[in-house]
């Protein structure tokens, strides 16, 4: 069958939909449903290699205009719509980028950028950190997995020794499992010098008192006889365990840098930099996803959120964000790692052309930009293509459930295979299809 899906298929799908719609009105919407769902099942796509995701997060909206797709220069003073910076060519023919993103430029053969993600979230940060997260829309009654997850759940670590997913930054709803329970959460770590906490008892709890712990809670376990408290008990005892398990020497040791050579720390750069290269340790390790949050510092004052004069010192985002994510892409090409590695630069929206009264910008999730590196999909690329301020979508959109669709395959986890919240199956995305000329 061709992995593709063609003309035929959508004319298949449209049928089969009609059928489905049909029946309901004759009452005989399970058999119908079930139909739909075994064709939708047939549906498959090509599966990418890839045994690794890192996400690098920059929280707080970056602008498309001002990093990845730049356009005709702006002025907030004269309050003339357009970029900030000037923009330079890349190693993609006819490909341009901000030029403060000057490392990343040379070696942008490596990447792919989607220049036409989007959703319909308006000024709401969290709203829309949680979409691009989980691909979904904030629900009442299931909190969805996010993408992290879900690889961790479906693929596991790579490794021994090691979790399947790691957060540097601060744990959040969002990146965590869901309804998937423990089997999908997260390690996370807000520095790299210490690396991740709590996972051995204070020094005050001594071998005696944790055995007199220990004892108590067997008793109350015994306690908890409905199925309902045994499951959480069963999601509980499973925590302690991984991170018993994770406390030992050889999972800590991955967080010791200075095993690295000075000249290397130095090619990656300040805090950031550093997260980035511990990034690429947990890889080497078999940590099967990673996400690294960008900037918790605030260079310029505001983060990637930049109004008003928050965008004076954005530059210094930029440049940050360039030389750790080149350090990264060149370091993980030398251990032969690129290949086996997706890695994600993604936001909660884009920014406007516009400039606002203090001479930032807004918010602007109808059109922005994602750019990945490695994965051993097609790179060198720009896909979709923006009008001239960068605004609104000309060609070829990509919706975050294609973004995560695409994430999902080129790590080999099917993006239709169902998962389950209690008995409710979920779809892993929400009717995302990959962006399948990468995958020729």
Partial sequence: MNPFLNRRDFNQYTALGGAVALSAGLGRVGSASSLLAEEHAKVSFPMGKAEHCVMIWLGGGAGQIDTWDPKVKGDPKANKAGSYYDKIQ????????????????PIMDRFTLFRTVHHDVIDEHAAATNRMHTGRPVSETVIYPSVGSVIAHQRG??????????????????????????????VYLTDTESGPQGFQPASVIRQ??????????????????????????????????????LAGPQFMRI????????DLRNEYGGEFGQRCLLTRRLLQSGVRFVEVSHNLNFLNGTGWDVHNDGIVQQHRLIQELDQALAALVLDLERNKLLDKTLIVVSTEFGRPAKFDGGGGRGHHGKCFSVACAGGGIKTGVAIGETDDLAMNIVSRPVSVPDL?????????VNPREELYAGERPVPITDGGTPVLELFS
């Fill in 90 to 105: 890349t190693a993609i023919p006819g490909v341009e980028v901000c030029e403060h993103l000057s490392r990343c430029a």
């Fill in 157 to 186: 670590a790579a490794g021994d020794g090691v979790p399947a997913y790691v957060l540097i930054g601060y744990p959040s709803t969002t990146r965590g499992p869901g309804f998937l329970g423990s089997k999908g959460n997260y």
């Fill in 208 to 245: 005696e008192r944790q055995a007199r712990r220990n004892e108590l809670l067997k008793k109350v376990r015994q306690l908890n006889t409905t199925e309902e408290k045994q499951a959480l008990l069963k999601n509980y005892e499973s925590m302690i365990d991984e991170a018993q398990r």
């Fill in 255 to 262: 967080f010791d840098l200075k095993s690295e050579s000075a």
């Fill in 404 to 412: 995560h669709a695409t994430m999902y395959a080129t790590c080999g």
